[in-house]
């Protein structure tokens, strides 16, 4: 059962890049965004504590 749901989220996921280039791009930005955020604000806060 587990092999099926992998499967087939990656099949839905290579269907959803071919099918919408410009979302899946959209939506990878905000998520490296969305790290890069994360990242910035542990190295503040570990830079902050540390002096």
């Not at 992998?6 to 839905?12: D, L, R, S, V």
């Not at 410009?22 to 965004?33: E, F, K, L, P």
């Amino acid at each position: 059962m587990d092999k099926i749901v992998k499967y087939g989220a990656i099949a839905f996921l290579i269907f959803f890049v071919v099918t919408a280039p410009d979302s899946a791009a959209s939506i990878i930005d905000r998520v490296i965004g969305w790290l890069e955020d994360i990242g910035n604000g542990a190295s503040e806060f570990v830079t902050d504590t540390a002096l």
